[in-house]
């Protein structure tokens, strides 16, 4: 078993900036992919961005160059700092695992899920 918690979300202005974090307990944290997803309120969930455990990253078209995915395999965290926020990058944001160590930007292929942060971006 993994738990994931995140923390970080909130309220901000357009153009602003946040910074999710996500915490791994349980099972060794090492090896899984970790990736962000979100969904926004009646929309279905999608693909933000992929870590794999040495670092190679993935990002969905709509915030690639606005945020940046990071993990410390030591401290078992997995973070997304996100830059010049839009009011369209309101919804309710999940950490996820994948064992399998890929770059997918699949949800159905990630095993364990947090249980989501609130980001709202005013305009």
């Known amino acids: 078993q993994v738990q994931l918690v995140e923390s970080g979300g909130g309220l901000v202005q357009a153009g602003g900036s946040l910074r999710l974090s996500c915490a791994a307990s349980?099972?060794?944290?090492?090896?899984?992919?970790m990736g962000w997803f979100r969904q926004a309120l009646g929309k279905e969930r999608e693909f933000v961005a992929a870590?794999?455990?040495?670092?190679?990253?993935t990002y969905a078209d709509s915030v690639k160059g606005r945020f940046t995915i990071s993990r410390d395999n030591a401290k078992n965290t997995v973070g997304l700092q996100m830059n010049s926020l839009k009011p369209e990058d309101t919804a309710v944001y999940y950490c996820?695992?994948?064992?399998?160590?890929?770059?997918?930007?699949?949800?159905?292929?990630?095993?364990?899920w947090g249980q989501g942060a609130q980001v709202t971006v005013s305009s």
């Open positions: 996820a695992a994948d064992l399998n160590s890929g770059l997918s930007r699949t949800a159905y292929v990630y095993d364990y």
């Open positions: 349980g099972r060794t944290f090492s090896r899984p992919t």
């Open positions: 870590i794999t455990w040495r670092s190679d990253t």
